[in-house]
């Protein structure tokens, strides 16, 4: 199945549909938002604070460059969220663009301040054009049972690259969610193991980072399987 025929707005409906109803059976419902302020509020409520990747004292979006999810339950009270930024990296690679972001967005006196290993990023190199970044995925403790990391990454996905028409989505995540599955129950069929300088404050605070990430391609087949589940589902209905 050619990738752009998974790419249609019908065929993404139908997916994130899929995802909807997913919560909805759990009795909770998704927003979307743009206001990064509102973003900062409603994670301020949760007992946490927007990362340096989104907050407004280190970012400027314009209309159409960022957006975020929020997940509230049968209350209407918030209780996960997640952001996405588009990125356009033009005819740089990945790696290059990351060895310059990172020290910009953690300063000197930041625990994670730092470069990666260059030795690491061999993988990267291969990545370009228009990219999407994911972040501030943040589950409260109470919701941590409803297993809703998955479907915030996945339905952020799908939005993104019809949206942004990406060729790359990624994340970073600690091992620790990479080693309880996270990063594969989210969609991200790419997951690699990137090591800072040893020098550096970030490796002497975190240690590591799993960059995980997934293709244009990659969420095609997620619409595909997604569409064709729900497709599933409604044949099974009465």
Same mark, same amino acid.
């Given at each position: 199945?050619?990738?752009?025929?998974?790419?249609?707005?019908?065929?993404? *409906?139908?997916?994130?549909?899929?995802?909807?109803?997913?919560?909805?059976?759990?009795?909770?419902?998704?927003?979307?938002?743009?206001?990064?302020?509102?973003?900062?509020?409603?994670?301020?409520?949760?007992?946490?604070?927007?990362?340096?990747?989104?907050?407004? &004292?280190?970012? *400027?979006?314009?209309?159409? &460059?960022?957006?975020?999810?929020?997940?509230?339950?049968?209350?209407?009270?918030?209780?996960? *969220?997640?952001?996405?930024?588009?990125?356009?990296?033009?005819?740089?690679?990945?790696?290059?663009?990351?060895?310059?972001?990172?020290?910009?967005?953690?300063?000197?006196?930041?625990?994670?301040?730092?470069?990666?290993?260059?030795?690491?990023?061999?993988?990267?190199?291969?990545?370009?054009?228009?990219?999407?970044?994911?972040?501030?995925?943040?589950?409260?403790?109470?919701?941590?049972?409803?297993?809703?990391?998955?479907?915030?990454?996945?339905?952020?996905? %799908?939005?993104?690259?019809?949206?942004?028409?990406? *060729?790359?989505?990624?994340?970073?995540?600690?091992?620790?969610?990479?080693?309880?599955?996270?990063?594969?129950?989210?969609?991200?069929?790419?997951?690699?193991?990137?090591?800072?300088?040893?020098?550096?404050?970030?490796?002497?605070?975190?240690?590591?980072?799993?960059?995980?990430?997934?293709?244009?391609?990659?969420?095609?087949?997620? %619409?595909?399987?997604?569409?064709?589940?729900?497709?599933?589902?409604?044949?099974?209905?009465?």
């Amino acid at each position: 199945m050619p990738a752009d025929d998974a790419l249609n707005v019908v065929d993404a *409906t139908l997916a994130t549909t899929v995802l909807i109803n997913g919560l909805k059976a759990k009795g909770l419902s998704l927003r979307y938002g743009v206001d990064f302020g509102e973003l900062a509020e409603i994670k301020s409520a949760l007992g946490a604070s927007v990362s340096e990747h989104f907050s407004q &004292e280190q970012n *400027t979006f314009f209309a159409g &460059e960022a957006f975020w999810l929020c997940i509230s339950d049968d209350r209407g009270d918030p209780i996960a *969220t997640h952001a996405v930024k588009v990125q356009h990296l033009g005819s740089e690679r990945l790696d290059s663009f990351i060895q310059r972001y990172w020290p910009q967005i953690y300063g000197p006196e930041s625990e994670l301040e730092g470069r990666f290993a260059e030795r690491q990023r061999g993988f990267l190199q291969d990545i370009s054009g228009t990219v999407a970044y994911g972040g501030e995925l943040f589950v409260s403790d109470a919701a941590r049972k409803l297993r809703i990391a998955d479907l915030l990454c996945k339905y952020a996905q %799908i939005c993104a690259v019809l949206q942004w028409d990406i *060729t790359f989505y990624y994340a970073f995540m600690e091992p620790r969610s990479v080693a309880k599955g996270l990063g594969t129950l989210g969609g991200f069929v790419r997951q690699h193991r990137m090591v800072p300088e040893p020098d550096s404050a970030i490796s002497r605070a975190r240690g590591d980072f799993w960059f995980v990430g997934c293709s244009r391609s990659d969420i095609a087949d997620l %619409i595909f399987d997604l569409k064709h589940s729900g497709l599933e589902e409604s044949r099974r209905s009465p």
